[in-house]
């Protein structure tokens, strides 16, 4: 049986793609307001504002490639039995073949209800160059918005995330701050013994997560690392 390897991503992953972080300087809540912007009470006062944010982002997802890091972390499933647990919104993964992604923060591919964000009979994929607007309507007939856990909004994956962790033989957390909760508190789930890699090129603002070796590079070096280190293990 193939072990469980089970990868953890945030936005450093897609850096090198050229989608920005959002904490690292030049990072989009440096030059945004989130509360404004990813809030159910943003989206309220001024949903135009919302929409345009999230239109450009959709609409640069189309200009965007996956990177060297989410080929290789695709490349794994030929030997590990790998799930992604992404707090990304891009489908960089998918697009590089990774075959099981859980996506946290929702999705920019698709759309849902703005009366009940988790009615499945409202999500649905939605052209990425198609701008949603004002007035486009779910089938539940509320306004029209992106699928994505807004601040606040309850992580409706997380509960089977905290699963996988759980399960995993190995644990590998890419490019994210492990800031934003309930997401970051992952790292916790992981069992005791079981290798646990961090790649980030940064020192983390909040320390170490506990027993977890940190390759420190960016993503698409960092994952040759991360390669060489499972060799390793293997030998
Ligand atoms: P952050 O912007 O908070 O953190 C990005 C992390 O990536 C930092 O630790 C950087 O050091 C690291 N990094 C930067 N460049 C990198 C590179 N080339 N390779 C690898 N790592 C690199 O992003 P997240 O932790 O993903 O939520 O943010 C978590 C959530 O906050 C997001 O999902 C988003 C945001 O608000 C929502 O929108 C709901």
Known sequence: MQQKLVVFSGAGISAESGIPTFRDANGMWGKYDAMKLASVGGFEEDPQAVLD????????????????AHRVLADLEKQYDVTVITQNVDNLHERAGSSKVIHLHGELTKVTSSYNRLDTNCIKEYPLDVPIRLGDKAVDGSQLRPYIVWFGEYVDNMDLAEYLV?????????????????????VNYAHMEIPKFLIDPNDMK???PVGFEHIKAKAVEGVDVLVRRLKEMEE
């Open 206 to 208: 909040g320390g170490m």
């Open 166 to 186: 759980k399960m995993a033989d190995i644990f590998v957390v890419i490019g994210t701050s492990l800031v934003v909760y309930p997401a970051a508190g992952l």
């Open 53 to 68: 944010f999230y239109n450009a982002r959709r609409k640069n997802l189309l200009e965007v490639e996956p990177n060297h």
